[in-house]
């Protein structure tokens, strides 16, 4: 039997994964500052809320539409008009199951077997594993540190990674793990070269709503107003709202009038193969807007104060990197020779589960990435361990 080389060809448990198994198995507690999943970190959801508008649309007609139903993609525009001052149009969305969907349903419709998205790195790895499987390859162009300590495109090095096969570059704003957001020159820079190149441009928001004070300049939601490139953003309830349960993400597409019109008739058919968005979450999206911004403002508040803490916490020889939004800090250390050995010593002797540089391709070795989201009694736990074990461990 033949198996899609598509698929990565080992799938076990690497080291990392058992020694948590191992340690779970024996009962003895982790301390999780990976965790990405807002719903079990002890927030207080309106969980009777988020039934009842869900409930609403229980019993509503099955009503296909490729781009979703109206109401939903209202919703959505009320949720940019709201948050992000932006006139979103509500016929150039297209809802999905999620983000990392919409990504499929964007190489499905962009390119063929072989073709390539530039992505940065470092980076969540998420784009290079989606783009593989549905047949395309995904290419780095580096992200380097400014002399202010803020990461930055590099926009020469991006132009030269583009290639014959390459069919779009992808921008994550604000970026995750560095928490930076592209600011409006760069965003103009980038939708220029794509529009140059014949590219597409594709900004994956998840994070857009999680900001923290910071001085440098930033773009806006790239779903307002039309720029010189074919654009597409995406987005979903799964950070907005705080609810990847649930089950809604979407895509917006924006940029020269014509090609809009080209993209959007050529997703259409793409979603209507699929209809994946379940009735009831569609027929809520509204209400889950409104009851989403409760759970959005105590995520915004468990970030900043688990950041906070972090700041006047970092463990000797570990500075924490500047960060402007997203769910993730930043601690560099001295360089590991081998970071996933660490990062299982980690767990072995502290008790705690950190993300290791390499997970995110970090081009030099040293960093840990944390997520800022568990409960300030478990992250505390997590910094102290960390303090006491690191420098012994590196
Ligand atoms: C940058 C980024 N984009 C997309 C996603 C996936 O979002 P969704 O849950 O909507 O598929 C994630 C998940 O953490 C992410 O970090």
């Given at each position: 039997?033949?198996?899609?080389?598509?698929?990565?060809?080992?799938?076990?448990?690497?080291?990392?994964?058992?020694?948590?198994?191992?340690?779970?198995?024996?009962?003895?507690?982790?301390?999780?500052?990976?965790?990405?999943?807002?719903?079990?970190?002890?927030?207080?959801?309106?969980?009777?809320?988020?039934?009842?508008?869900?409930?609403?649309?229980?019993?509503?007609?099955?009503?296909?539409?490729?781009?979703?139903?109206?109401?939903?993609?209202?919703?959505?525009?009320?949720?940019?008009?709201?948050?992000?001052?932006?006139?979103?149009?509500?016929?150039?969305?297209?809802?999905?199951?999620?983000?990392?969907?919409?990504?499929?349903?964007?190489?499905?419709?962009?390119?063929?077997?072989?073709?390539?998205?530039?992505?940065?790195?470092?980076?969540?790895?998420?784009?290079?594993?989606?783009?593989?499987?549905?047949?395309?390859?995904?290419?780095?162009?580096?992200?380097?540190?400014?002399?202010?300590?803020?990461?930055?495109?590099?926009?020469?090095?991006?132009?030269?990674?583009?290639?014959?096969?390459?069919?779009?570059?992808?921008?994550?704003?604000?970026?995750?793990?560095?928490?930076?957001?592209?600011?409006?020159?760069?965003?103009?820079?980038?939708?220029?070269?794509?529009?140059?190149?014949?590219?597409?441009?594709?900004?994956?928001?998840?994070?857009?709503?999680?900001?923290?004070?910071?001085s440098a300049p930033r773009a806006g939601t790239l779903a307002a107003g039309d720029?010189?490139?074919?654009?597409?953003?995406?987005?979903?309830?799964?950070?907005?709202?705080?609810?990847?349960?649930?089950?809604?993400?979407?895509?917006?597409?924006?940029?020269?009038?014509?090609?809009?019109?080209?993209?959007?008739?050529?997703?259409?058919?793409?979603?209507?193969?699929?209809?994946?968005?379940?009735?009831?979450?569609?027929?809520?999206?509204?209400?889950?807007?409104?009851?989403?911004?409760?759970?959005?403002?105590?995520?915004?508040?468990?970030?900043?104060?688990?950041?906070?803490?972090?700041?006047?916490?970092?463990?000797?020889?570990?500075?924490?990197?500047?960060?402007?939004?997203?769910?993730?800090?930043?601690?560099?250390?001295?360089?590991?020779?081998?970071?996933?050995?660490?990062?299982?010593?980690?767990?072995?002797?502290?008790?705690?589960?950190?993300?290791?540089?390499?997970?995110?391709?970090?081009?030099?070795?040293?960093?840990?990435?944390?997520?800022?989201?568990?409960?300030?009694?478990?992250?505390?736990?997590?910094?102290?361990?960390?303090?006491?074990?690191?420098?012994?461990?590196?």
């Amino acid at each position: 039997m033949q198996f899609s080389t598509r698929l990565p060809a080992v799938l076990e448990d690497n080291a990392l994964a058992r020694a948590l198994a191992a340690r779970r198995a024996a009962g003895l507690p982790v301390l999780d500052l990976t965790v990405s999943d807002p719903t079990r970190v002890g927030l207080d959801y309106p969980y009777a809320d988020i039934a009842a508008a869900l409930a609403a649309g229980a019993g509503a007609a099955h009503a296909p539409h490729p781009r979703g139903r109206p109401e939903a993609r209202a919703g959505i525009a009320g949720y940019y008009a709201e948050n992000h001052g932006a006139r979103v149009d509500a016929e150039r969305v297209h809802l999905t199951a999620s983000t990392s969907e919409g990504y499929g349903f964007l190489f499905k419709l962009l390119g063929d077997s072989g073709a390539e998205i530039l992505a940065p790195q470092p980076s969540y790895p998420l784009i290079e594993h989606l783009a593989t499987l549905d047949g395309w390859r995904a290419r780095p162009y580096p992200l380097a540190v400014d002399p202010a300590g803020r990461w930055r495109v590099d926009l020469d090095a991006l132009a030269r990674a583009i290639t014959p096969a390459t069919r779009a570059i992808a921008m994550v704003h604000p970026h995750n793990p560095t928490g930076v957001f592209a600011t409006p020159d760069e965003a103009c820079a980038l939708a220029e070269l794509c529009a140059a190149r014949g590219l597409a441009l594709v900004a994956d928001e998840v994070f857009l709503d999680y900001t923290t004070p910071d001085s440098a300049p930033r773009a806006g939601t790239l779903a307002a107003g039309d720029g010189p490139a074919l654009t597409f953003t995406l987005s979903g309830l799964s950070k907005t709202c705080g609810m990847p349960q649930l089950k809604l993400g979407w895509i917006h597409t924006g940029g020269p009038r014509e090609l809009v019109a080209a993209a959007q008739a050529r997703l259409d058919f793409i979603a209507d193969a699929y209809l994946s968005v379940a009735t009831p979450v569609q027929a809520a999206a509204g209400k889950l807007f409104a009851v989403g911004a409760g759970v959005r403002a105590q995520i915004a508040a468990r970030v900043e104060a688990n950041a906070a803490a972090l700041a006047a916490n970092a463990p000797a020889g570990f500075s924490v990197a500047k960060r402007a939004g997203g769910w993730q800090a930043l601690v560099r250390g001295p360089a590991a020779p081998d970071e996933e050995a660490l990062a299982r010593r980690l767990v072995e002797h502290a008790g705690v589960l950190a993300h290791p540089g390499y997970f995110y391709d970090f081009a030099e070795s040293g960093w840990l990435v944390l997520s800022l989201l568990p409960e300030p009694a478990i992250f505390g736990a997590g910094l102290a361990a960390l303090r006491e074990w690191l420098p012994k461990l590196v």
